[in-house]
């Protein structure tokens, strides 16, 4: 596995793969790898001949007061996790190199963006936006992947994608979860014994509104409370928000419908962890209250 850092020589290395006729998939992450994001490497694998993976903690999607620089770094450790995983090249820049001196241009993302991660954290979708455009002109990829768990992401990096004519298939990979439910996150070794106990308090919280919605349950403002009191139940945690969206938009929705996102916030101790839940409800069975199964709860 090569492992570049400056721009002018991974534009070399890929030139060289596309004289060769090779296609290339693209999987960017912050790094502190564990298996979900592996399960990207894989996925993009099965979609492109070669594959680029990024390590790099963006500063501009980190608010003040956030964990920019606590966040783990460990390239050594991920380019081995990268390279065993079947990864062709890691690219892990300097910030200078992403936001070089002077540097001022920034894509604000709109739609999909607002309320929710957008609300609460002002500014983080513009530096994903942004850092994510940078890395699309820099790979030019046919394919890049992007983990389910960030559902909100996903559709704001779809959206922008498609409002500003990216020739790149954006493909989105299942949530991977450790034994108990709790869906993997860098994050996770924030918590204490206790904490990462408590933390499962989300998927169960999903799990509660799946099997409402399984059961018939169509009012969107129903699951919501269903959610809201399993994690309020919890003492560990302190819930941010549980909601009922639309899967393009990310707009609340009133009645439980087509292709919708029940996405989930909170705090467990001083750790900040989001989960969600994707499914597809016809709406041929939605008056007869069958539904079809969560994409990956």
């Given at each position: 596995m090569l492992r570049v850092r400056d721009a002018a020589v991974l534009r070399q290395e890929l030139a060289g793969w596309r004289r060769q006729g090779d296609t290339i998939g693209f999987v960017p992450t912050m790094g502190a790898l564990h298996q979900g994001h592996l399960s990207l490497v894989g996925l993009a694998r099965s979609r492109a001949r070669r594959v680029v993976a990024s390590v790099?903690?963006?500063p501009t999607q980190f608010g003040p007061g956030e964990d920019f620089n606590l966040y783990p770094r460990q390239l050594g450790t991920d380019a081995v996790l990268l390279e065993g995983a079947g990864c062709d090249l890691l690219f892990a820049p300097d910030v200078e190199t992403l936001y070089p001196r002077g540097h001022t241009t920034f894509v604000d993302p709109g739609g999909p963006a607002a309320g929710l991660e957008g609300e609460r954290r002002?500014?983080?979708?513009?530096?994903v936006a942004t850092v994510v455009c940078a890395?699309?002109?820099?790979?030019?990829?046919?394919v890049a992947v992007f983990g389910e768990k960030d559902a909100q992401q996903l559709a704001v990096v779809r959206r922008m994608a498609?409002?500003?004519h990216f020739d790149v298939d954006i493909v989105p990979a299942p949530t991977v979860r450790e034994a108990d439910?709790?869906?993997m996150s860098s994050r996770n070794a924030y918590l204490s014994a206790a904490e990462r106990q408590a933390a499962t308090v989300l998927v169960r919280a999903l799990e509660d509104a799946a099997a409402a919605i399984a059961a018939g349950e169509r009012s969107a403002d129903e699951v919501r409370r269903r959610m809201r009191r399993v994690v309020d139940g919890e003492p560990l945690a302190r819930l941010e928000y549980a909601e009922v969206v639309d899967a393009e938009t990310f707009q609340p929705v009133a009645t439980i419908a087509g292709r919708v996102v029940l996405p989930v916030a909170a705090w467990i101790?001083?750790?900040r962890l989001i989960d969600?839940?994707?499914?597809?409800?016809?709406e041929a069975l939605a008056a007869a209250g069958g539904a079809h199964g969560p994409g990956n709860p």
């Open positions: 790099f903690v963006n002002p500014g983080h979708f513009r530096g890395f699309f002109h820099l790979v030019r990829p046919e498609r409002d500003l439910g709790l869906a101790g001083r750790t969600n839940l994707q499914l597809t409800v016809g």
